[in-house]
């Protein structure tokens, strides 16, 4: 429950944390002064003003930069040198615009970086794929735009990301194929279950013996839409892979590639403008537990292949265009309508139009007047098509024995002249 402005801790102090509070004002300068500080927190206050660039000077010994959910306005400063050695860093939920600073691109020890909610303007940072260490990125909910591709000649592959967040913002064009085939880390099956944080090895010596002690562990925690919710991970275990596009303007095909990325348990691709087949590799992703990939204008079938994937605890193909059999069996027997709604031409379970249903294929209903008026002709057509049925049989039988009277007639005379 601490209110007013941020206090100032000791010279010495290594650890900063006063999150969740009230605290308000701006961050003050001579937070810059603790030159030993490895992490700072003042993340869930009210702090307003923009972010400080003397934070640069703790660039040596920094390792934790949260500064979540404030008021903090202005771009993001170019504090980020050589010498960093931060691993987490989270701005989000906070009012910054402008473009993400090029020297993020020295963090080389970053592991997650989180900007969500602001007001950034820019395209995809691809330059952060050169960062060895980054496992984390999270960009959603703010106004990048463009198309995301590697360029040529650039090795920039992001080899250890993990959770990738592009989720409520304008991308564009194909979804990012090139890096489905490149994110090495989404394809390791040897990774050992552990929660993702840091922590501080301090080195004591005491005559000529070495003693390692591990103090300071934070975990690094962040927020994304899971199986339609929002979702808070108060912690992140390095066997946690997720793919959230959720919300932009991808158009396309979902691209083959999309099955190498096999440790895969979130995806979501839903409300973008994708096009095609949903692809039957997609049953490959065995880690699946929630794919998302509604509000598409996806067509064809669902795969069969789908009802392989043993985790599958969500699904949602609403609002697209698909058609033919629901597949039956394992967890396809759990989903509701909900999961499948706004596809007119699907059927089966859970769905109340059953496949082959005669129901499901009859022409829509026609009124017996109408049927009447467009099948059987009125009172005034059946006078003269009467009419001339009998016109037609008085002609016929008039025709017909003049034409037997003739042919005896002349029967007749060759019989006399024989």
């Known amino acids: 429950m601490l209110h007013g402005p941020i206090p100032v801790p000791p010279p010495a102090t290594k650890n900063f944390f006063v999150s969740n509070n009230k605290l308000t004002g701006e961050i003050p300068p001579s937070i810059c002064d603790l030159l030993s500080l490895w992490m700072l927190d003042l993340s869930f206050n009210n702090i307003t003003g923009s972010i400080p660039p003397c934070l640069v000077k703790l660039s040596i010994s920094l390792l934790v930069l949260n500064l979540r959910n404030n ?7 170019n504090i980020f040198t050589n010498e960093s050695k931060l691993q987490m860093i989270s701005l989000s939920e906070n009012k910054l615009e402008g473009q993400v600073p090029r020297s993020l691109e020295n963090c080389e020890s970053l592991q997650i970086l989180d900007l969500g909610y ?7 940072p691809f330059w952060l794929g050169a960062l060895s260490k980054l496992q984390v990125l999270i960009l959603r909910f703010n106004k990048f735009h463009g198309i995301i591709r ?41 990774a050992i279950a552990s929660y993702m944080e840091t922590g501080i090895v301090v080195v004591t010596v005491y005559n000529q013996n070495k003693f390692y002690m591990k103090v300071g562990n934070y975990s690094f925690s962040i927020q994304m839409t899971n199986k339609g919710v929002k979702t808070e991970y108060e912690k992140i275990i390095n066997i946690f892979f997720a793919l959230d596009l959720l919300s932009n303007k ?6 083959e590639s999309i099955n190498a990325l ?17 692809p039957p590799s997609m049953g490959n992703l065995i880690h699946l537990e929630s794919p998302d990939l509604s509000s598409n204008k996806l067509s064809g079938m669902i795969p069969q292949d789908f009802v392989q994937l043993n985790f599958l605890a969500f699904l949602n193909v609403s609002n697209n265009h698909l058609t033919g059999p629901i597949p039956q069996g394992r967890q396809f027997n759990t989903f509701s309508n909900s999961s499948y709604m706004g596809n007119q031409a699907l059927c089966g379970d859970p769905l109340s139009i059953k496949c082959g249903d005669s129901k499901a294929s ?27 049925v009998l016109s037609g049989l008085v002609i016929g039988l008039v025709f017909g024995n003049h034409l037997t009277t003739t042919r005896y007639y002349k029967l007749f005379l060759e019989r006399i002249r024989k």
């Open 150 to 190: 590697i360029p040529s000649k650039i090795k920039v592959y992001f080899p250890k990301l993990r959770i990738m967040d592009l989720s409520y913002n304008s991308f564009s064009g194909d979804l990012p194929h090139q890096y489905f085939q490149e994110w090495s880390a989404m394809k390791d099956t040897q």
């Open 262 to 278: 096999s440790n895969l348990q979130l995806l979501n691709l839903s409300n973008n403008e994708l096009a095609g087949v949903i």
């Open 362 to 388: 009859k022409p829509p209903k026609v009124s017996f007047e109408e049927d009447t008026e467009s099948d059987f002709p009125n009172g005034i057509d059946w006078v003269v098509i009467l009419s001339g």
């Open 250 to 255: 991808f158009s396309g095909m979902i691209p």
């Open 118 to 124: 602001n007001f950034i303007e820019d395209m995809f």
């Open 71 to 77: 008021n903090l306005q202005g771009t993001i400063p």
